[in-house]
């Protein structure tokens, strides 16, 4: 079954392009919804997890708190700022060889690994 691109999807897609700031669900939907006061929060969480689905977004699973969105597709690390809870792309080279050390140690076949690096960012510090 083909999927279709909605004026409603092409509005999420933007949204998280725009804010660039890993945004969650709800803060996309806190957005969308400003303009379009019509759109639904199932909609806006509809619309992201099929983003991800199609390759467009990232999603980054946060421990203990909502998911993130990412529209940086290409595999790359995360910090977590403790200071002001922000979440922004680390600048380096994603490392491939741990998958393969993970899977010697492990007896398992790992296909990738997401690293969420969580410390202070150069305005918090």
Known sequence: MEKRNTIQKKLVLETVR????????????DFVSAEHPTISKATVYRNLNSLVED?????????CEADRFDDTVEEHYHLRCLGCNKVMDLPMEYQRELNEKAAQNS??????????????CKHCK
Not at 21 to 28: G, K, L, R, T
Not at 107 to 120: M, R, V
């Open 55 to 63: 390759g467009l977004l990232q999603k980054i699973a946060m421990p």
């Open 18 to 29: 725009k804010l660039h700031s890993h945004p969650s669900a709800e803060q996309v939907y």
């Open 107 to 120: 007896e398992c076949t790992i296909e990738a690994h997401n690293l969420l690096f969580i410390g202070w």
